[in-house]
């Protein structure tokens, strides 16, 4: 009995550990994001290098597909070079757009958390990908475009994404539902390659490409429908 409560008192000290740690690790991790996006282009120049550099080592870490790393690495390649591009429009630099886009990747992957936790792992809940992602389900899934969508009205009401509320609506929903296709893509390539996270470079969340994957489809796609209706 003694025994057992002291393993119970042990597993619970664990879980509160990593809760702590990945506390910490996700705050600073959003700091040096918001730091790169918002105070110095050669900070920010800096920070998505090391990003662009991280990502690819991560690739060519788990997994050995001469394909898979091809493909990946173009992908990578291709994002960072938006991201300069985003952020460097007309000669200056302003990553206010970017952080927009990342407010709304990261509000979708809270609500996809939070309501996918409270509704989405009940008995007889849909489950989204369950051959690639058991744990993703369609309350997730609604839950992560709702949060994605009104973090966009907010952002429009405190004037950093100056287009028409239509116009954020389906932009963030678009981000949304692009940013989980990047998500469920990179869950096919750990699963292929039987890893669980892509790297341990953040404490308590994985590797870069962990915390990137929606954002390698999210960011292209959002950039595109900006330019079909000439909102770039």
């Given at each position: 009995m003694i025994w057992k409560l002291f393993?119970?008192?042990r597993s619970k000290?664990?879980?509160?550990?990593?809760?702590?740690?990945?506390?910490i690790?996700?705050?600073?991790?959003?700091?040096?994001?918001?730091?790169?996006?918002?105070?110095?282009?050669?900070?920010?120049?800096?920070?998505?290098?090391?990003?662009?550099?991280?990502?690819?080592?991560?690739?060519f870490s788990i997994s050995k597909s001469k394909s898979d790393r091809l493909l990946w690495t173009l992908a990578i390649l291709f994002f960072i070079a938006l991201i300069f591009l985003l952020a460097f429009r007309h000669g200056e630099f302003s990553g206010k757009l970017l952080l927009c886009l990342f407010i709304?990747?990261?509000s979708s992957d809270v609500g996809a958390f939070c309501i996918g936790s409270l509704l989405g792992q009940k008995?007889?809940?849909?489950?989204?990908?369950?051959?690639?992602?058991?744990?993703?389900?369609?309350a997730g899934f609604w839950g992560g475009m709702a949060f994605s969508i009104i973090a966009s009205l907010i952002?429009?009401?405190?004037?950093?994404?100056?287009?028409?509320?239509?116009?954020?609506?389906?932009?963030a929903a678009i981000v949304h539902c692009l940013g989980v296709c990047g998500d469920l893509l990179e869950s096919k390539l750990?699963?292929?390659?039987?890893?669980?996270?892509?790297?341990?470079?953040?404490?308590?969340?994985?590797?870069?490409?962990?915390?990137?994957?929606s954002s390698l489809a999210a960011i292209p796609g959002g950039c595109l429908y900006l330019l079909i209706f000439n909102l770039l």
């Open positions: 393993l119970d008192q000290l664990m879980k509160m550990n990593k809760v702590i740690l990945r506390s690790s996700g705050t600073v991790f959003v700091l040096v994001m918001l730091a790169g996006l918002l105070l110095n282009r050669f900070l920010f120049a800096t920070l998505f290098t090391f990003v662009a550099a991280g990502m690819i080592w991560e690739v709304m990747i990261w008995a007889g809940s849909h489950k989204l990908a369950p051959t690639i992602s058991p744990n993703k389900s369609w952002l429009h009401y405190f004037g950093l994404l100056s287009f028409q509320p239509l116009h954020c609506i389906a932009f750990k699963r292929k390659c039987g890893v669980k996270d892509s790297s341990n470079l953040i404490p308590g969340h994985g590797g870069l490409l962990d915390r990137f994957d």
